[in-house]
């Protein structure tokens, strides 16, 4: 395993056995989580236990392929390249509660929601735990900006990717380490109902965010591939059993696109079927993606769906779009870089 997914404990365990103190173990994930490039940075270890870990744990970070800051709003966007060439997109927000990275879990998608760039070619594998957590540390030290929030709402299903997602988490999380509380991170689903069951079990005081996109199976169908095997009803139920697990409230995600489910009477539906669920909802107007016919609804649209909403008891926020000029949104920069190497 690479030393950066590892826990401390674990990473104490190995150095034990290399016949090193515990407190070296501490030093060396202390500097790991600083996002240092190589051992020779780590200045209190002794040059024979660098050049030692240098052989046998080479430090792996990603390069940057793309860097783009928004004129409008700061936001910056970077294509990173890992160490086997695939390349991963992370976007830096500044938010007025702080600087807040929205973070790939896998190179690509399989879940092929109709409306998203990232999952145009599929899945090409998953993420490491390190990978992830090298894109909020390198996120940090290229643009000096301190990270205290974070969104896995990057490319990728977090929850196809569970095992690895779950310790990157309690990596972030360390107090040796980021130190990111949890009550600071959101992971967003498309709805794999089993794995929705599982993270409730884990009890984290994360916010779960749900992509709802529809307000029944008739639409979600057509949207959300993954609607056929986890139908909208069992979605919801998952969603009130995790609350009930963890008192903590939803938060869904709605994209709105034109004349598919932005009506007035889909609001209304909605709010019938998440009757005694406490739930925040997002209204994302639409980003259009280049190989899809779908449009976003217009602002009427979205503010009617909004006033709807507000007056059934559920309160909504329509997101304010952040570096709409750096094709800041889910998986654009990444394919566009690669129709441009093709
Ligand atoms: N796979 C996870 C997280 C990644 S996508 C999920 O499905 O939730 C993060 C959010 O962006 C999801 O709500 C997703 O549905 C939404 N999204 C994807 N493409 C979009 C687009 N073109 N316009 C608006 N939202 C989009």
Redesign the pocket.
């Known amino acids: 395993m690479n030393l950066k997914s590892m826990t401390l404990p674990e990473l104490s365990g190995l150095f034990q056995q290399m016949g090193q103190p515990a407190f070296r173990a501490k030093q060396v994930y202390t500097w790991l989580h600083r996002g240092v490039r190589s051992y020779d940075e780590m200045t209190n270890l002794p040059k024979q236990l660098r050049d030692t870990l240098t052989e046998q744990y080479p430090i792996c970070a990603p390069g940057v392929v793309r860097r783009q800051e928004s004129s409008r709003d700061g936001t910056i966007k970077y294509l990173w390249q890992l160490s086997d060439g695939n390349c991963v997109e992370t976007v830096l927000m500044r938010y007025h509660y702080g600087n807040t990275v929205?973070i790939s879990?896998e190179v690509g998608?399989r879940?092929g929601?109709a409306?998203?760039?990232?999952t145009i070619g599929g899945l090409v594998r998953r993420l490491e735990p390190f990978e992830m957590l090298d894109e909020v540390l390198f996120t940090q030290v290229d643009s000096g900006l301190p990270i205290s929030h974070i969104v896995?709402?990057?490319?990728?299903?977090?929850?196809?990717n569970f095992d690895n997602v779950m310790r990157f988490l309690e990596l972030v999380n360390s107090p040796e380490g980021m130190n990111i509380s949890m009550r600071h991170i959101s992971l967003?689903?498309?709805?794999l109902v089993p794995k929705i069951d599982e993270l409730a079990k884990r009890k984290l005081q994360l916010t779960l965010?749900?992509?709802l996109?529809a307000p029944n199976d008739a639409i979600r169908n057509t949207i959300?591939p993954v609607n056929k095997a986890y139908p909208s009803e069992e979605l919801l139920a998952a969603c009130r059993r995790y609350y009930q697990a963890t008192s903590r409230r939803i938060s869904f995600?709605?994209?709105m696109i034109d004349g598919v489910n932005d009506s007035v009477e889909d609001a209304k539906e909605l709010l019938s079927r998440l009757k005694g669920l406490p739930a925040h909802f997002?209204l994302?107007?639409?980003?259009?993606?280049e190989e899809?016919p779908?449009k976003?609804s217009s602002r009427a649209a979205v503010a009617a769906f909004q006033e709807e909403l507000e007056r059934g008891g559920v309160t909504a926020t329509v997101r304010r779009t952040l570096g709409g000029d750096i094709d800041a949104?889910?998986?654009?920069l990444r394919r566009k870089y690669q129709k441009e190497i093709k």
């Open positions: 929205c879990t998608c879940m929601c409306f998203c760039a990232s896995l709402m990057g490319i990728g299903e977090p929850l196809d967003s689903t498309c709805g965010s749900v992509s996109h959300m995600e709605y994209a997002n994302i107007p639409l980003n259009h993606v899809s779908l976003p949104s889910c998986g654009q």
